[in-house]
């Protein structure tokens, strides 16, 4: 009984911080970060919640989002420029309710900064042609494929199945 408490716990704190902060609070844009669009142009070419993902550096619930039991064959491109990001060969189920991938299609098309928001320090994922926020990654992945996780969200995705 003492170890099924204990394993719930741990589960519970793994999966409410497994990718980001889960209560999908809304975060300001920050002035700081360099964006190939003002927000006001990026609000006309976003869907509200990718809008609020990728400019305000937001997140969506784990498990109640468009791809994180998504097992179709195809690709996965950026919700703002169609950019080719991620591949399904690559996708793995995390356990954290957000979609996972052990690398991106081409590391030029995105870049690592490190993100010190919600008290935590973290490695965030942006796109690097419009400095758009696309979600962490963190190096508990699988370690027979790199061991890393790309832990994204499907908001600022869009998946085209092959």
Not at 51 to 60: F, K, L, R
Not at 92 to 97: I, K, M, R
Request: a positive charge.
């Amino acid at each position: 009984m003492k170890k099924s408490i204990v394993t719930l716990i741990i589960l519970s704190v793994f999966t409410s911080f497994g990718c980001q902060m889960s209560s999908g609070q809304i975060k300001k844009y920050d002035p700081k970060r360099k964006m190939s669009k003002t927000p006001v142009e990026w609000k006309k070419v976003l869907t509200p919640n990718a809008y609020h993902i990728m400019v305000e550096s937001g997140t969506e619930p784990p498990y109640q989002n468009a791809y994180h039991e998504n097992h179709e064959k195809g690709v996965y491109v950026s919700a703002a420029t169609g950019e080719v990001l991620f591949s399904s060969e690559d996708k793995f189920d995390s356990g954290t309710g957000w979609p996972s991938f052990v690398r991106p299609v081409d590391p030029k098309k995105i870049e690592i900064v490190t993100d010190n928001s919600d008290g935590m320090t973290r490695d965030e994922v942006i796109e690097r042609s419009t400095g758009l926020h696309l979600g962490h990654v963190f190096d508990d992945g699988p370690t027979n494929r790199g061991g890393m996780r790309y832990c994204m969200n499907s908001g600022a995705l869009k998946f085209i199945k092959k």
